[in-house]
């Protein structure tokens, strides 16, 4: 081997160990071989370190390069070809997360170059192109085998290259050179100490995934040491090394491991003590910072901040981990801020690297054109390392789960390479004024190879507890007497309280943990405790008691908000032991202040009116319901008391702009409650965006509807039109699917937006667009069958209120209600059939949903409340002319509930089951009308006139098939005049689906699911079903290469039907026209909003606003943009 001359300039070099002599001998032989050398082991064991110093050592140049699933075999080539026309080494490093299709290509790519090589050519033919060969190159890969992203290399790569397993670094020996390097006498002996202590901390102390003691972390340690010692020449050696021990590792440790660690120190340098180093400059601005922003000022927060400042010294990527609460953030905004204090001026660039996809993180290569499109962190990062002459810092902060998909490209930059290498073979250095951060809750996902490259500060929540943040708010209450009240009222009751809901401790005695239906920290709950008053405490109060009350009711409605109903009780009783107020139990007398009400159970059912100053009870406040023939069945509201007492909690957090979340069961009327108490709101100063997530919504989707209802204000602001607030309701917010690494991507871009209050562009730009003037409200429902646990940090962002499942009488009164009103212009019989009918609807929901539960063969067996709704929205379908008498009526009340429960279900005996309730049912309530009630055949539609256009349609009893089948016959004939002709036999159970689907059809909104066999006949009955209904069939013709867009494009088609030409359609879809996933996503939409989110663009929507402004002002609608536009959407669903 020859000497190379490459001109290096002076820089470190390896400590030569036994282990490293060996793999330098076993490199040069596998050169001499013609082959490429392997190193392959754990993470930070020195496998890319050693083939660069051995390049150093032959004076040749050696270009690491970052492997990842984005490297093409062209890119590669490309590489290559440029190593064997100048003589170089290339180390490519995490060689097998490329995928293996490339890998193969790679291998016969290098398979030419050998061949070059073995015949000592000078010019060679490599990928259509003749290039000169110089014979001093090399190739190396470096592997980390079995981590997460990784793949198994083929044969064909394998046989090329000589595999060197590098497990164990002599890490004393590493230890001692070094420390004499950094000139400590003693050396010898430190080392030992210290690679003891390695050693130990890594048995004994509790394991979490951002511990780190390999290689990696014992180096920034002496580097660290030999600064100290510089720094300080007139302290002993031991003490020094001490020192640096305890500092850089101290950041890392949970909690329960400081002690353990500090017990290890002490072990090894007995009776050595010595304090931290200080930094009384950086000190005081870090407490000044604090006090500005009027934090409490707390040892333990000033600490973890002096303790980041020193990992940034030795590190330039640091990791701030700790679950939700512990003050991540306000450490490191503090950081930043206390440094342009003392003059270095300091940038941060906030992202979440979830919110996309990995390719619109790095920038894709267009494998075709070649083209390169750039991705958002490659932009950032190229803006941030343009070179500068200021003093100024600037770091990038990521903000969001860390996973190997996204984190491993990072992993050249991150160790003392510090390049970042694209795609497109474009490498940008992290320069040195240049720092990575990251922020998150844990590193489950991240694979060693990551953690040992990142300094680590972990940020205990246990530190901090939620008094400085309680101290905080009252400091900000401007009346001092109000202060000392509301310390004393949260001294009472918030720490018994919190004990009860998070350990189950009461009175020091254990007991069962308090159920929530999210999971929060105690910070959360008196975040939302403190939210509660400040919308509760607008005016000043007089007396203390009056103020104790006001405390009540907010303690109720956040530290009791998410509880499920079990805990809500003893949560009530605790507070009244601890309350030591009379309970006043006079129904005749309100309970005033002082007293707390004990007629109804709990407190939870009363509020504590302002004007009167007494506890009223919710039942009292709700208004009557009033029965409106007019109004379409899914418009109808009935006011109880859980409508009442939700829109009040919906008020009191709009008032002071806090985003609300609603958790319970489906049917709870959470959407119900919500949009109707935005749909009364002053339309003037509030726009209304409802945004519908299913498992296929991406951040994608929702960035669109949030960009389609704001307008550019300046630069980088949007908002919506001046003077008015968007209010955005995300429904089924827990709906998006997880990746594998349990991320869902909307929440990843919806947390960066509450947060930091913008989003980056998508586009060309990357810019981050600030978004002002933006509210949210969301609504979910429990977690489990494909609902989704979301992310702690992103919950703690809401106050969150457990909408708890309606009682049976609340219910009854419902529906009785609904019914009661539409049956007031019918027989006085029949009148007094609403309550019984009602009651019996509700037994038999209660039966079925025991006896059927769903199962995988059974998945669509869910019943809910909609069901019950069903079961009443085709009782207002009947009339006063065609139900004269109770038997009739008790008929058509079994139809209804057959239809809902009965034709779903797959099997005889389950048929049979619920044919079955249903006569027990008849039997205990009407029982004289069993017999006439259980005949068959049930066919129940209002098509007797279908065909005579001017009659009136009346939905009535068919009586049997024969008069079904005449009826049929008759518009099939009519049916087959003008369109294909359908040649069908109509036997009896056509006519029974036939009846079904027509009855859908007819009803508002009603749209149907299908399922059977092919060649049942399910198309076919739709078409005359939708022809008897007087709708026409729209369906999408699938052509070659028929994507998202195209279904776009018939969707546009199908709305101008709907909207503009006022067609009653019927859209059918089948299993075969999903040519894509995502199809399916918008329909959910359609069902669920009306819309397709964006789906026309701004000057399409200008012109159907247009076309629809007269008709629109004809019905009362005022003359505004987004009414008209709402208008057409109400107009387009109600027609389709």
């Not at 064997?84 to 016969?108: H, K, M, T, Y």
Request: glycine share 6%; hydrophobic share 40%.
């Amino acid at each position: 081997f020859g000497y190379g001359y490459e001109y290096m300039g002076l820089n470190g070099r390896l400590v030569i160990t036994p282990l490293t002599d060996r793999i330098y001998l076993t490199l040069t032989q596998a050169l001499s071989m013609q082959l490429g050398g392997a190193p392959a082991g754990p993470a930070g064991t020195g496998k890319t370190e050693t083939t660069k110093d051995l390049a150093k050592a032959l004076g040749l140049l050696c270009v690491v390069t970052n492997c990842g699933e984005g490297m093409d075999y062209k890119a590669v080539g490309k590489i290559f070809s440029g190593l064997a026309q100048c003589g170089a080494w290339g180390c490519f490093d995490e060689f097998n997360r490329i995928d293996v299709s490339v890998l193969s290509v790679i291998s016969s790519q290098i398979q030419t170059i050998r061949n070059a090589l073995i015949h000592n050519l000078k010019r060679f033919q490599f990928e259509g192109m003749e290039i000169a060969m110089d014979n001093r190159m090399g190739i190396f890969i470096t592997m980390n085998p079995g981590y997460a992203g990784r793949t198994e290399l083929p044969e064909s790569v394998k046989a090329l290259f000589r595999p060197v397993v590098v497990i164990v670094p002599d890490l004393q020996q590493i230890c001692e050179i070094m420390l004499f390097s950094e000139g400590f006498l003693m050396a010898k002996v430190l080392a030992k100490k210290m690679t003891v202590l390695y050693k130990l901390a890594k048995e004994q102390l509790s394991k979490q995934y951002h511990y780190d003691f390999g290689l990696r972390a014992l180096k920034s340690v002496l580097v660290m040491a030999g600064e100290l010692k510089r720094g300080s020449a007139e302290l002993p050696e031991d003490v020094v090394l001490m020192r640096a021990l305890r500092d850089m590792n101290l950041p890392k440790f949970v909690f329960e491991d400081v002690p353990l660690f500090l017990g290890l120190i002490s072990d090894l340098f007995p009776g050595l003590d010595c304090p931290r180093v200080r930094y009384p400059n950086f000190n005081d601005a870090v407490e000044q910072v604090l006090e500005e922003n009027s934090y409490i000022l707390l040892d333990h927060q000033v600490d973890k901040v002096v303790q980041m400042y020193e990992t940034m010294l030795t590190r330039h990527t640091t990791m701030v981990v700790g679950p939700t609460g512990g003050g991540k953030t306000v450490v490191i905004n503090t950081l930043c801020q206390s440094q342009t204090k003392l003059g270095i001026h300091t940038k941060l660039y906030v992202m979440n690297p979830k919110a996309m996809s990995v390719i619109e993180l790095y920038g894709i290569l267009d494998p075709v054109t070649r083209d390169w499109t750039d991705g958002l962190l490659s932009n950032i990062f190229r803006e941030i390392n343009k070179p500068t002459d200021k003093n100024e810092r600037k770091y990038i902060l990521f903000d969001g789960d860390v996973d190997a998909l996204w984190v491993e490209n990072m992993n050249s930059v991150m160790d003392d390479n510090r390049l970042l290498t694209l795609a497109n073979g474009e490498r940008i250095r992290l320069q040195k004024h240049c720092a990575l951060l990251f922020e998150v809750s844990d590193l489950q996902y991240a694979s060693p190879a990551t953690v040992s490259r990142c300094g680590m500060v972990f940020v205990d929540p246990k530190n901090l507890g939620y008094l400085p943040y309680w101290q905080r708010w009252v400091n900000a209450r401007t009346n001092k007497a109000e202060q000392q009240d509301l310390t004393r009222l949260s001294d009472k009751y918030v720490p018994g309280c919190l004990d009860m809901i998070l350990e189950g401790i009461i009175d020091g005695r254990q007991g069962e943990k308090l159920k929530m239906i999210v999971p929060l920290t105690a910070l959360n709950m008196v975040n939302q405790l403190s939210r509660m008053l400040d919308a509760l405490l607008v005016k000043e109060l007089g007396e203390s008691d009056v103020l104790e009350c006001y405390f009540l009711e907010a303690l109720y409605w956040s530290l009791g908000a998410a509880l499920l109903e079990d805990g809500r009780i003893k949560f009530d009783s605790y507070i009244k032991n601890v309350a030591s107020m009379p309970t006043n139990s006079d129904e005749s007398v309100d309970a005033g202040p002082g007293e707390l009400p004990g007629v109804l159970e709990t407190v939870y059912q009363y509020f504590f009116d302002k004007q009167k100053n007494k506890w009223i009870p919710w039942s009292r406040v709700v208004p009557k319901y009033v029965h409106d023939p007019e109004k379409r069945f899914n418009e109808i509201l009935v006011p109880t008391v859980d409508t009442v007492r939700n829109t009040w909690v919906l008020e009191q957090m709009l008032s002071v702009k806090q985003p609300v979340l609603f958790v319970g069961d489906t049917g709870t009327s959470k959407t119900a409650t919500i949009q109707d108490f935005l749909r009364n709101l002053d339309q003037d100063s509030h726009l209304i965006l409802s945004i519908n997530f299913s498992s296929r919504t991406t951040s994608m989707d929702v960035q669109r509807n949030l960009e389609a209802n704001v307008e550019k204000r300046t630069k980088d602001t949007y908002g919506p039109p001046p003077g008015r607030r968007l209010l955005v309701f995300m429904d089924d917010m827990n709906m998006p699917q997880v990746d594998e690494y349990g991320t869902q991507q909307p929440i990843a871009l919806l947390k960066l937006l509450l947060e930091k209050g913008g989003m980056y562009d998508r586009g060309k730009d990357l810019i981050l667009k600030y978004i002002r003037d933006i509210g949210f409200l969301a609504s979910m429902g429990k977690a489990g069958g494909g609902r989704n646990e979301v992310d702690p940090r992103f919950i703690s962002l809401f106050c969150s209120f457990n909408i708890t499942f309606p009682s049976e009488e609340t219910l009854n009164h419902i529906y009785s209600s609904i019914l009661a009103g539409h049956l007031q212009p019918f027989d006085e019989s029949i009148q007094k059939l609403a309550p019984k009918i009602t009651q019996a609807t509700l037994d038999l929901y209660k039966v079925i949903v025991v006896d059927l539960p769903p199962t995988p063969s059974k998945f669509h067996y869910i019943f809910n409340l909609r069901d019950l709704s069903r079961v009443s929205q085709g009782l207002l379908l009947t009339t006063p002319d065609r139900f004269s008498d109770t038997k009739s009526f008790i008929r058509v009340w079994r139809n209804e509930c057959l239809r809902v429960f009965h034709d779903r279900l797959i099997n005889q005996q389950d048929k049979d089951l619920v044919q079955g309730m249903i006569k027990n049912i008849l039997d205990e309530h009407f029982r004289e009308h069993t017999e006439n009630a259980m005949r068959e055949p049930l066919l129940y539609g209002d098509y007797r006139t279908a065909l005579d256009g001017g009659e009136a349609r009346l939905y009535e009893d068919i009586q049997d098939y024969d008069a079904a089948k005449a009826l049929f016959q008759e518009i099939l004939e009519e049916y087959n005049d003008s369109n294909t002709p359908m040649n069908l036999v109509l036997f009896d159970d056509a006519l029974d689906h036939l009846t079904r689907v027509h009855r859908v059809i007819r009803m508002d909104q009603g749209h149907a699911l299908l399922v059977g066999v092919g060649g049942s006949g399910k198309q076919s009955l739709t078409r005359l079903a939708s022809f008897t209904a007087g709708c026409e069939v729209f369906e999408i013709t699938l052509s070659r290469g028929y994507d998202e867009s195209n279904f776009r494009e018939d969707l546009k088609i199908l709305y101008n039907k709907l909207g503009i030409e006022n067609k009653k359609v019927s859209f059918l879809f089948t299993d075969a026209h999903v040519a894509q996933e995502g199809f399916l996503e918008l329909i959910n939409n359609m069902l669920t909003s009306g819309m397709v989110p964006a789906l026309f663009a701004d000057d399409e929507k200008e012109a159907i606003v247009g076309q629809m402004r007269d008709e629109a002002t004809k019905q009362g609608v005022p003359p505004i943009r987004e009414a008209i536009w709402q208008y057409f959407i109400t107009k387009s669903i109600n027609n389709l």
